[in-house]
């Protein structure tokens, strides 16, 4: 299986042929502009000794500075950061945001570190990546981190540089300058264009049936706001399992259940079903929410939704696209659906450099345009590029931005 980079490098080359780039654009894309790449050691406060990989992405600032996106998960590798970079590329030209995609990263399981521990490896993060500022690059948050993490970030840079900068870091606590309604944004955009997808497939979402891969902060918020449709929510999973009822899952009440013991598992009045089994779920509508390459060549046959929601980074592999398109299955790209967060993290710096805050209404207001505005342009482009796929239409949309940006600057 090729790895998650190699399937954005050939959706991008794909989009670039069909949507007439030029080659040379193309050869700057096809690697990062820049990596840094470093190891923390650290002793642990059980007295243990462990050295944590590290990595910081800078894919292509042609548009704007880098931002965004700082991922700690056990098994992360740098091909994953380098993909995450590129997508994070497109996605700021598709939500027409002027920054430039970057991410990074930390190989490291968050739970098994205690808070000390983990505060402090955020800590040395900083200090390692030795952060320029908000014209340069602004790291946010990704898996494994959240608004503690960013503010543990915010305050390093801080201590270090000698001076209060809010928009130096993305994904903060409102008190400490960030954005109203950031945390939720990333799963309020799959749901905006989810709903988008669904009117145009004339699909009623009070009468849809709805499979979500993933219950974190993404899947979370999006299955609370498809439950308010009347949409039945007939499965959910998360890292340790999944619960299916036919009738509809409270989620509300799954909320609670997973506060309480920390998983979907176990939950009163459902069926337990495999992860490799919920998309094979009868539903209309499936929606990944998790990790990449999580619907591959050996399960897309059994997909019964007609359409498909990206709310994770890369969740479709390349052969899985290809035979889910043969199906007749809509899919709205990572690239468009998720990008929400980037979106109010471009809101949140705004506010920051600004120094004057928005009422939670402006930017619900304003990550609704944006964000259906993008998934708009990505159906027009795919439709003039001879009716090519959601996925072809948001990728050649952003990448004639990139171009353009790039013979103004003269680098091609």
Known sequence: MDSVFDVAIKNMNRAGELGGIDPRVLE????????????IPMRLS??????????RVHYCDALGPFRDGTRIRPDLTLDEVKALG????????????????????????PSKLDKVDLERLVRAFVRFLQPKGPW????????????????????????ITGRHCPAAINDKPPILGGSLGGEEATGRGVFLTLSAAADDLAMALSSSRAVVQGFGQVGSHLASLLGETGCRIVAVSDVYGGIFNADGIDISALKEHV??????????????????????????????????????????????????????????????????????VTIVPDVVANSGGATVCHFERTQGLSDQYWEIETVQTQLK?????????????????????????AWIYALKKIEQAMKLRGWV
């Open 28 to 39: 700057v894309l096809q690697g990062p502009k820049r990596i840094q790449q470093f190891r």
């Open 46 to 55: 059980d007295g243990s000794f462990k050295v944590f990989p590290a990595y």
């Open 86 to 109: 590129l997508f994070m590329t497109i996605k700021h030209c598709a939500a027409a945001i002027p920054a430039g995609g970057a991410k990074g990263g930390i190989q490291a399981d």
């Open 136 to 159: 340069e690059d602004v790291p946010g948050a990704d898996i494994g981190t959240g608004e503690q993490a960013m503010a543990w970030m915010l305050d390093e840079y801080e201590q």
């Open 259 to 328: 506060r309480n013991t920390g998983s979907v598992k176990d939950f009163p009045g459902t069926e337990p079903v495999a992860n490799d089994r919920i998309f094979a779920v009868e539903c209309d509508i499936a929606v990944p929410a998790a990790v990449h390459d999580v619907i591959h060549t050996e399960n897309a046959g059994e997909i019964k939704a007609r359409l498909i929601v990206e709310g994770a980074n890369g969740p479709i592999t390349d052969g899985a696209d290809a035979i889910l398109n043969e199906k007749g």
């Open 369 to 393: 345009k944006r964000i259906l505005d993008a998934y708009r342009f990505a159906a027009e482009t795919a439709k003039e590029a001879g009716n090519q796929s959601l996925r072809v239409g």
